[in-house]
């Protein structure tokens, strides 16, 4: 699974592209498959969005999650201070491990 990410321009908050937009919450996530750097070049050329690039992802229960540490920092917040973290989008799906 291919997932693409990069910062909203007018906050800086890590973003996750949804299929026809941008979301703040990695579980709402698709597939980008082959087409990542396309859409990644027309949304940073219409600038919706900065730095844009795809990632390694894979499909779990709660959801897409990013398959490098590094992106999975980014999708959930700091490690030392949980409580700062970005809270999923659902409650319902519940706390996932970095």
Known sequence: MKILTGNDLTSGDVIWWTGDGWSRHIEH?????????????????????????VIQGEMTEAGPRPGHIKDRIRAVGPTVRTD??????????????I
């Open 29 to 53: 996530a698709v597939d980008v498959d082959a087409h990542g750097e396309a859409i990644a070049a027309q949304e940073e050329a219409a600038r919706r969005v900065n730095a844009p690039y």
């Open 84 to 97: 700062l973290g970005l809270k999923p989008a659902d409650p319902s799906i519940g706390e996932w491990v």
